[in-house]
């Protein structure tokens, strides 16, 4: 068996850690930990871990909310060769013992507060004292300097976020996460000097893999928060500690909509980041209008992929605000049709990826994976049209294209369309079943203020061509959501198909 060479999750922090020992890492609340200290914290936790009577290999679940101390837990189960499985800490009942069932956990590791919803006879310890301090024993426990993990081991199960079926676990290795962060810097432009805040939550791939273990690899001081609240984001901006954000357009959006938007000091963003959903275009143009010097990246992925696959960089957004962008580094990517077949430039299709960032199946599902992987390429179930200058852009979900009297619509186009209205904070274009045509285009508004369904069918028919106009308008208080953001419209479909 060949040596892992250092390509560990867990061996980004240490060689930052002997690199800038002094410099701080991580703040949380009151706490701050130097590169150094988090290094020996990680080791401790580690040991402390396999003091529990787990084995290398064993499935460790995460059930909790942000905090210096999940992180901890994260890189302590790579250093000790165990699997980390993240939690939405959202999650309840049958969903939450899907996940901790299916992933087959050993060992749960919860907040305060959260231990008392898993099932019955799961085994669990505190990922926090219930005053917020860290693991209880982790400073008087010795650090672990046992064998280390191999860059082809599972390091973590990235569930994907179930929004057509059951969730599935991404089988995550070492080599297959530092590939990804690696990626993730270059294409981001991460860099020692930023100051990041992260706020969205760290089970969710994005905000840990394409942000924080990435800027703990530079050598960044990063700031976690509990959630994005736009109080606590503004003060950090004003006060100098953050200049680089990523958030869903969900985020963007209420971030956006503050009153106080037009009025905080708000320069000293520098970097913005923005994925895990579309960006309706009306919305990123609000806030380059009133941010003119904001950097603003378009990050797009899955988790399968860990999950950064592309980016429209700052300079790349003028004439294709709604593209993508380009892949990164590390991953191949084309556009095929139904039978696997490249096809021209401009042509709708599925896009396909080949890259060492993949994961290697999902998690004891076999016919899962073999239908996802086929003839060496991992199929997305993304529908996407590739320019002839190497960029993507994301029509819809493959699932999500609606059938109206035999004509495929997109419903991205007609949600953007639908954005260019100011009665509208948030739209979902869904196929709903229809005796003539076959689904009809439906419209699934958040309104903002007083908007009728005919003024917004009007807006819409100027817009596009007839057959892509909704034949109905659905006004509701929100749309339903998953943990990264992401719209449920299989949700809406069952709602309103009934």
């Known amino acids: 068996m060949t040596p892992g060479h250092g390509s560990t999750v867990d061996g980004v922090l240490r060689r930052s850690a002997r690199r800038t020992p002094a410099r701080v890492a991580v703040e949380y609340g009151a706490r701050s930990w130097t590169y150094e200290e988090l290094d020996d914290a990680v080791s401790r936790a580690a040991r402390l871990l396999l003091d ?41 009942g049958d969903d939450l013992a899907y996940l901790v069932g299916q992933s087959g956990s050993a060992l749960v590791l919860a907040d305060p507060g959260l231990a008392d919803r ?17 693991l209880a024993g982790l400073a008087a426990t010795e650090p672990y300097d046992g064998p280390e993990p191999r860059s082809e081991d599972l390091v973590q199960l990235l569930y994907t976020s179930g929004t057509t079926a059951l969730p599935k ?97 708000l320069g000293g963003l520098r970097k913005a980041y923005y994925g895990a959903s579309i960006m309706p275009v009306p919305v990123l143009e ?30 790349e957004h003028k004439g294709r ?49 073999e239908a996802a992987f086929r003839d060496g390429w991992f199929h997305s179930g993304d529908l996407a049209v590739r320019d002839a200058h190497g960029y993507f852009t994301i029509v819809d979900r493959v699932k999500d294209v609606i059938n109206s009297g035999g004509v495929l619509v997109a419903s991205r186009q007609v949600e953007d369309a639908l ?60 749309l339903p959501r998953n943990a990264s953001g992401k719209i449920l419209k299989r949700e809406l479909r069952d709602r309103f198909s009934l």
């Not at 100011?422 to 203020?449: F, M, N, S, Y």
Request: hydrophobic content about 40%.
């Open 169 to 265: 676990g991404a089988m995550m290795t070492h080599r297959a996460l530092v590939h990804e962060y690696l990626s993730a810097i270059t294409a981001c432009d991460l860099s020692a000097g930023d100051r990041p805040v992260h706020s969205l939550p760290l089970y969710h791939s994005a905000q840990m893999h394409v942000f924080l273990l990435p800027y703990l690899a530079v050598g960044a001081t990063n700031v976690i928060l509990d959630a994005p609240d736009g109080d606590q984001l503004f003060d950090l901006i004003e006060q100098g500690r953050a200049d680089s954000l990523f958030a869903p357009p969900t985020v963007w959006i209420g971030l956006a909509d503050r009153p106080d938007f037009a009025t905080r000091d």
């Open 419 to 478: 954005y260019t209205h100011d009665g509208v904070a948030e739209a979902a274009v869904i196929g709903l079943p229809d005796e003539r045509w076959i689904e009809a285009v439906t419209a699934v508004v958040v309104p903002r203020g007083e908007v009728t369904e005919a003024e917004l069918l009007e807006h819409v028919r100027e817009k596009l061509a007839h057959f892509k106009a909704p034949k109905r308008v659905l006004f509701v208080d929100e």
């Open 286 to 315: 609000r806030l380059r209008e009133r941010l003119p010097k904001l950097a603003f990246y378009n990050c797009f992925g899955q988790s399968e992929i860990g999950p950064l696959a592309t980016v429209l960089a700052p300079d």
């Open 321 to 369: 605000m709604d593209s993508c962008g380009r892949t990164v580094l590390f991953v191949d990517a084309r556009v095929v049709d139904e039978e696997g077949k490249e096809v021209p430039d401009g042509t709708p299709g599925e896009i396909v990826y080949r890259s060492p960032q993949l994961c290697e199946g999902y998690w004891d599902k076999p016919e899962e994976t």
């Open 52 to 92: 529990q009577g787990l084995d290398r290999g064993d499935r460790v679940a995460a059930y909790g909310h942000n905090s210096d101390a999940y992180l901890i837990a994260f890189l302590a189960c790579a250093r000790a060769g165990l699997v980390h499985v993240p939690v939405n800490q959202n999650l309840t």
């Open 118 to 134: 898993l099932p019955d006879g799961v085994r669990t310890l505190p990922l926090r004292d219930a005053d917020g301090s860290l």
